[in-house]
Each structure stands twice: as structure tokens, then as C-alpha cells.
């Protein structure tokens, strides 16, 4: 019989301190809770007293499996708001108020959860959640300002529906989405998310161009949009203004980014380029479309008519080709290449021949087909330089191959001033 090799031991599970601040989105935090706990997360909430009048301590620790903590003086001999934040690997609250992110810039100690923020060591993030007028002020303007330059993470609010009929920016972000910002923090370990990219405006293209035949037939592709997202969320925790074109993609929306519609290529072309002016780092994740047909019939093709002899195709404007003849000094312009090689040529002798014909500063390669690249939660990609240079990124999240992308565009920038 064959010997059973000793066990490692149990894989010690990341800590998570959710911090809950008194606000109507209080209960969307239950959802974030169990995204977290249900992809293998310790979490211990910590909720202000206010929070506790929306949702219960019984829930918080029915969900968490954990003790609630909810004052400074239960278990003083702990000192809990200290031994809380320094065993932490991420501090997420969840809203946070604009009386919470006060009290934190200001750093005061004065409940719980202010003081496991004062002593933490690890990245913290906030997802506020407050009525636009709230959130507008310059006085929370500013707290925000004053955190993200301390190195936290402030992920900008939804557009939309408020409490009662008002709408606007302050909606707390979808909590699949502030669960996946948070994974992506804790992903980095211990090379963490600096904010370098605070100042800049990142625009991302993900997705896949759709181009009709008829009003129910098109040219499509498999691109499922995770990748250009990850990139969008990456960007958006590094301090980035952020926006998303999204061609076709049936994802939540990027905690933080402005969001553009778009289906065909044409009109992700028109949206990038009245973007990319004033953008400081442009992306193009997005899989568009090559070819179109040459006709877009107004009714759908019925079969009673026989089927057509052939579908002449037309050309679609080459939107990568046009960015890099029309970039300002100084902007730094990422593409893609997703290949399959071919008999003649491998993947990365074609990318390479991408990238002499279109000289971004990065081209980020792919290899496709057979589940690669598309519709899969990983990838693995090989970054090629002007320079000549050759980086490959092994397989690993869409989260993590995001931030890699993004260490070498810091970089650029960094380079060009």
C-alpha cells in the first residue's frame, strides 16, 4: 500500500476585520459577509453602535462564526482595539458613512471600530454609502482625499437609487463587487495596492464587439469581459479615475468606475476616442471585432428565402492603430493580443509582429481557444515591451495578472515624468 506523504497542516485562511458603520446600506454588508466567508475568509465584524440598530450582533455572528465585538470595554483585558487591527490582513468597512470617514481622518479612537483603524497595519479599505449632497461636500471631499493619501483604498459610490425616491452618486457598490475588490487586495499579500495611480485617469475597454447581420444574428465573440473589468478594479484600487467601456458584458459593474455602454465596434471607437484625450493610461481589453457585414439587413433573414450564397464583410477601423498615430506625450497605451498561432507562426511570433505594425508601450499576449483566455476565471499572458523586453506572467487570477499589468504601467509613467 502506498504511503500516505504527511499532512502540511490546515492553510491558515485570511482575516478580514469588516467594519459596519451606521447607515441604511447596513444589511447589504450581510452579503458581503457571506462572499467572503463562503470563498474560505475569516471574518470578524465590527460594528458601531448605529449599525447595530440596522442589523443585529445574532446575525453578524450566526454568518461569521465569529464573536461579534462590539465596544471597548467587553474583554478589556484584550485590548481588543488593538489586537484586532494588528492581526488583521485586511480592514473593509462596510458602508462607510461620512461620519465614520470623519472620524478616521481625524483619527479619533472613540468606538471600536475607529480604533482597530488606528492601530491596523494592513491595507484598508472603505466603501462609503451616504446621499449625494453627503458625499459632494467638501468636507468629505476632503476626509477622502486625506485617507487615500494615507494609503487607504476609498472606492468611489454607485450612480443610482438612494433611500426613499432620491438618486445620485453614493449608492453603495453591488456587494459581489466590494467582495471582489477586497479579494483582489488580499491576492497582493505582502506587496499590498499602493495608491500609484492617484491623479491618473485610467481608460479600460473590455468585452466584445458585436456586429449584426440582422436585428437577432451577429459576429461575436467568447470574450466574457473578467479580464479588462480586473484591470478596471485593479486601477480603481490603486487611485485611479477610472472609466469602463464595456462591450457586452454581462458583469456587476467596477466598484468606483464610470461605466460606457457600448455593443459594435464602431461604437466602442466613438467612445474610446472621445475618452482617450484626456486619459493618462489607455487599455484596449476589449476583443473588437476585425470584420463586419457589409449589409445590416433591417428584418431578420428567414429561412424560407434560402440560405445566402455568402456574407461579403467589411472592414472595421483598426481603434489600437488609430490611438497609437493620435496619443499625447506622455500617455502610456496598452494592448492586446489574443492569439491562437497559426501553421507558419507561433502566438508570441505573431504579437510580436502586432507590436511592430501598432508600438504600444505594452502588449499584453494571450493565448487563446480550448479554454484559454476566454470565459475562464485565470489566464497567464506574456508582456512585450517597445523595448524589446519580455515578461511572462504565469497562470494566475484575472486579478492578479491585472495588477501586474499595472506594476509595469506605473512604471511608464513613472519613467515618463
Known amino acids: 500500500m502506498a504511503q500516505v506523504p504527511p499532512s502540511a497542516g490546515p492553510v491558515r485562511r485570511p482575516r478580514v476585520v469588516l467594519g459596519v458603520s451606521g447607515g441604511i446600506a447596513s444589511y447589504k454588508a450581510v452579503e458581503v459577509l457571506r462572499q467572503l466567508t463562503e470563498t474560505g475568509h475569516q471574518v470578524r465584524v465590527v460594528p458601531t453602535a448605529a449599525a447595530l440598530r440596522f442589523v443585529g ?7 461569521s462564526g465569529q464573536p461579534v465585538a ?10 481588543a482595539h488593538v489586537r484586532i487591527g494588528r492581526e488583521a490582513d485586511l480592514v473593509l468597512v462596510v458602508p462607510a458613512t461620512a461620519d465614520l470617514m470623519a472620524r478616521a481622518a481625524a483619527g479619533r479612537a472613540d468606538d471600536l471600530l475607529t480604533g482597530t483603524l488606528l492601530t491596523a497595519t494592513c491595507p484598508v479599505v472603505f466603501a462609503p454609502a451616504m446621499h449625494t449632497e453627503m458625499w459632494l461636500h467638501p468636507a468629505t471631499r476632503a476626509n477622502v482625499a486625506l485617507l487615500r493619501e494615507r494609503g487607504a483604498i476609498v472606492v468611489e459610490p454607485a450612480v443610482g437609487r438612494l433611500t426613499g425616491a432620491d438618486s445620485g452618486p453614493g449608492r453603495l ?36 464587439t458585436r456586429e449584426y447581420l440582422d436585428p437577432v444574428r451577429f459576429l461575436g465573440n467568447a470574450s466574457s469581459g473578467r479580464q479588462g473589468y480586473a484591470l478596471a478594479r485593479a486601477a480603481v484600487a490603486r487611485g485611479a479615475a477610472v472609466t469602463l467601456v464595456a462591450a457586452n458584458v454581462a458583469l456587476p459593474d467596477v466598484a468606483g468606475a464610470a461605466i460606457l455602454r457600448v455593443g459594435s465596434a464602431a461604437q466602442l471607437r466613438a467612445a474610446v476616442h472621445e475618452q482617450a484625450p484626456a486619459a493618462d493610461v489607455v ?5 473588437v471585432a476585425d470584420f463586419r457585414p457589409e449589409t445590416e439587413h433591417q428584418y431578420k433573414i428567414k429561412k424560407e428565402s434560402g440560405a445566402p450564397e455568402s456574407i461579403p464583410l467589411t472592414r472595421n ?14 500617455q502610456v497605451l496598452v494592448g492586446f493580443a489574443a492569439e491562437t498561432g497559426g501553421p507558419d507562426a507561433g502566438v508570441l511570433d505573431l504579437a510580436r509582429a502586432k507590436l511592430a505594425r501598432k508600438p504600444v508601450d505594452l502588449l499584453v499576449v494571450n493565448q487563446v481557444g480550448a479554454g484559454l483566455g476566454f470565459e475562464v476565471e485565470q489566464n497567464s499572458a506574456v508582456l512585450l515591451d517597445r523595448a524589446g523586453g519580455t515578461t511572462e506572467i504565469p497562470l494566475t487570477s484575472k486579478d492578479l495578472l491585472a495588477h501586474r499589468v499595472l506594476d509595469r504601467v506605473a512604471g511608464l509613467l513613472g519613467a515618463s515624468g
Open 57 to 63: 450582533e445574532v446575525t453578524w455572528a450566526a454568518l
Open 70 to 79: 462590539t465596544d471597548l470595554f467587553t474583554d478589556a483585558e484584550d485590548v
Open 173 to 208: 457598490p453591488e456587494p459581489v463587487e466590494i467582495a471582489a475588490v477586497a479579494r483582489a487586495v488580499l491576492a497582493r499579500g505582502s506587496e499590498g495596492v499602493r495608491p500609484d495611480l492617484a491623479g491618473r485617469h485610467v481608460l479600460v475597454t473590455a468585452g466584445g
Open 283 to 287: 487599455i484596449m481589453a476589449a476583443a
Open 317 to 330: 477601423p483598426d481603434v489600437l492603430a488609430e490611438l497609437v498615430g493620435s496619443r499625447r506625450p506622455g
